[in-house]
């Protein structure tokens, strides 16, 4: 059964980095696209990242040139390095697999399994 777990969320000053980890279980990440999205309260679920199967990374243009999206140095990890934090970045970040076509990365409902969240708060 595929799990995804995320970890590494917190609170930090803005201008500072944190670095978020996602455990997947009985994913091969070369098959699958493996995303981080988040939501802030009163918001809907926005895209940030993804690593398309294994090959290939998208950001969005609210995060590029800060965040990076890599295999972690456990096996089966994939960690989102979050530089430069600004407070709009404050969210509950998801990490998120599923079998998405290219053209729909951006879109969350592309998405079949999704970890429980961990919180990213930026304070001014």
């Known amino acids: 059964q595929v799990q995804l777990v995320e970890s590494g969320g917190g609170l930090v000053q803005a201008g500072g980095s944190l670095r978020l980890a996602c455990a997947a279980s009985?994913?091969?990440?070369?098959?699958?696209?493996m995303g981080w999205f988040r939501q802030a309260p009163g918001k809907e679920r926005e895209f940030v990242a993804v690593?398309?199967?294994?090959?290939?990374?998208y950001y969005s243009d609210s995060v590029k040139g800060r965040f990076t999206i890599s295999r972690g140095n456990v096996k089966n990890t994939m960690d989102l390095q979050m530089d430069t934090l600004k407070p709009e970045d404050t969210a509950i970040y998801y990490c998120a697999a599923g079998r998405a076509i290219l053209s729909s990365i951006r879109n969350p409902n592309a998405y079949v399994y999704w970890g429980q969240g961990t919180q990213v708060t930026v304070s001014s």
């Open positions: 009985e994913i091969t990440f070369g098959n699958y696209a």
């Open positions: 690593s398309f199967r294994g090959t290939q990374k």
